[in-house]
């Protein structure tokens, strides 16, 4: 769906307005359209409908009218022409694998990714002879060699999880473009209201709606935002492999991105308090979160970023038994592996989110058994902090 973006609204009036028609009804807050298919006047009707000779609703798998606001709106706030939903942040990846690459292609891939992106990444597109090579952080030296004359997409992960490294994503895109590729970036851990990639030359953002876009921790779902021509290519994939996002869901990320920047703004200053507090700890090896000076890539995020987000990680000094044992005495803190909820949640990436990778990736990627991530919410910071103290006390 294209952004409709008015060029003259701010962003805080793009999240709460933008992509949205008010019906005949008059209905003052976005209607929920729970329907499968859509009714035509005649025979005629349908087949113009189903050949595209007319715009507008075929089916639900494709297009309905809740899941469009949500991707106007999401395009719009990314500063992309447009924008399509998915069932969840891996459908976006897989959508746009599947949806766009053909064999004999190949793409370079961040190793510091989200686990499943690896397992997504390195397993399945090779089956269907699609080449995919991984490179370790992020220096331009070792993504230049990895390129290939047949390189479509460069992927990264900006900043990545758990370890909060950051990407320069203005010398990615040239890298990718002086060679005739595309840069993908996963915007899932800023979102538009601290980073948008696209302005920095990106050619693709990918989102699990499912983290910050919602918020709340109640549904799960994706977006790819681009280009029209791209778009246009997976709403036809979409409309044959049916990866898509349900109304209700698109009703819910709709709401969540009405409080996107100030959920966002309170995100960092909460992850700032508890980072900065935690820092002197005698049990913690070292606190990582990019808004701290000692981190190797505050700069650059302070560049690339307008804040530093809500997700931390702790490398305590105990390995994996003093990460378990602190995630074990936690009393505030959820033990679960999402993140971007307005409760504070607390990973082991090591044996959850990263638990699918074999040790060698694991080592590769820097994921140790010490580490324990902290998205940190929207309790009130001194709560948050109150209670790590106390669990780490405890373990
Ligand atoms: C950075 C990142 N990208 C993508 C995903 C996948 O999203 P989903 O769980 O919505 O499929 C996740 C999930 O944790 C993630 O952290």
């Known amino acids: ?84 939903a998915t069932a969840s942040g891996m459908a976006a990846t897989a959508s746009l694998v599947f949806g766009t690459m053909k064999q004999g292609e190949h793409m370079v891939v961040s190793r510091n990714l989200f686990g499943s992106t690896v397992n997504l990444l390195g397993k399945y ?28 997409f460069l992927y990264i992960e900006t900043p990545t999880n758990p370890l909060m490294r950051v990407a320069d994503i203005k010398a990615f895109a040239t890298l990718a473009h002086e060679n005739g590729a595309q840069l993908i970036v996963d915007n899932c851990f800023c979102t538009p209201a601290l980073q948008k990639p696209l302005a920095f030359g990106a050619d693709i953002v990918v989102h699990s709606a499912t983290k910050f876009l919602d918020g709340q921790g109640r549904c799960v779902g994706g977006a790819v935002v681009g280009s ?26 709709l709401k969540g991105l009405e409080t996107l920047s100030l959920r966002m703004k309170q995100h960092s200053i909460n992850a700032m308090a508890v980072a900065l507090a935690l820092q002197s700890d005698p049990a913690i090896e070292r606190v990582i979160y990019p808004g701290l000076a000692e981190h190797p890539d505050h700069d650059l995020a302070k560049q ?82 109150a209670d790590v103290r106390q669990a780490i006390a405890h373990s």
């Open 304 to 385: 690339q970023q307008s804040d530093f987000g809500g997700v931390l990680t702790l490398e305590l000094k105990g390995g994996r038994e003093a990460a378990w044992s602190l995630i074990d005495s936690v009393k505030l803190c959820s033990i679960t592996g999402n993140l971007g909820d307005a409760r504070t949640t607390v990973t082991h990436p090591a044996t959850t989110t990263h638990g699918r990778l074999t040790q060698e990736q694991r080592d590769e990627a820097g994921i140790t058994e010490g580490l324990v991530r902290l998205a940190v919410g929207l309790e009130h910071a001194g709560d948050i902090i």
């Open 1 to 84: 769906m294209s952004s409709d973006k008015p060029t003259q609204w701010h962003d805080d009036t793009l999240a709460v307005r933008a992509g949205f028609e008010r019906s005949n009804v008059g209905e003052h807050a976005e209607p929920i359209y729970t329907t499968s298919s859509y009714v035509f006047e005649t025979a005629a009707a349908a087949a113009a409908r189903f050949g595209g000779e007319d715009p507008g609703n075929v089916y639900s798998r494709f297009t309905n009218p809740t899941v469009q606001t949500f991707e106007k709106r999401l395009a719009a706030l990314e500063g992309g022409e447009a924008c399509i």
């Open 125 to 152: 597109p090779p089956r269907f002879g699609v080449e995919v090579d991984f490179v370790t952080g992020f220096d331009v030296q070792d993504w230049a060699k990895a390129i290939r004359p047949n390189t479509r």
């Open 228 to 253: 029209k021509e791209l778009i246009e290519e997976l709403t036809g994939y979409m409309r044959s492999a049916g990866p898509s996002m349900s109304p209700f869901n698109a009703w819910v990320f």
